[in-house]
């Protein structure tokens, strides 16, 4: 099992700033995959960005170079710096995590709400 605890969402208006933290707990050596998906009301979960356990980040094309995503695999934590907010960015995000065996974990999702 695979708990995964989100924070850092929250207000702030276009172009600000936040960063979302996730650490994950529970009964496992290392994850294969950490990441984080949005979801705006209305409509599907989409992927935000996500590292792979020894390759590089891949992002969304909306939020490529706004957004970066880093991982420490001491601490099993997976952090998503967001520059540049757009109100198209308000969401629910949610971390997520992939076991090697290939079983997915979701976290409870943190709230982003940005104003125009």
């Known amino acids: 099992q695979v708990q995964l605890v989100e924070s850092g969402g929250g207000l702030v208006q276009a172009g600000g700033s936040l960063r979302l933290s996730c650490v994950a707990s529970?009964?496992?050596?290392?994850?294969?995959?950490m990441g984080w998906y949005r979801q705006a009301p209305g409509k599907q979960r989409e992927l935000v960005a996500g590292?792979?356990?020894?390759?590089?980040?891949n992002y969304a094309s909306s939020v490529k170079g706004r957004f970066t995503i880093s991982r420490d695999y001491a601490k099993n934590t997976v952090l998503l710096q967001m520059n540049s907010l757009k109100p198209e960015d308000t969401a629910v995000y949610y971390c997520?995590?992939?076991?090697?065996?290939?079983?997915?974990?979701w976290g409870q999702g943190t709230q982003v709400t940005v104003s125009s």
């Open positions: 997520k995590a992939l076991t090697w065996a290939g079983r997915e974990y």
């Open positions: 590292i792979i356990s020894g390759s590089s980040a």
């Open positions: 529970g009964s496992f050596s290392t994850l294969n995959l």
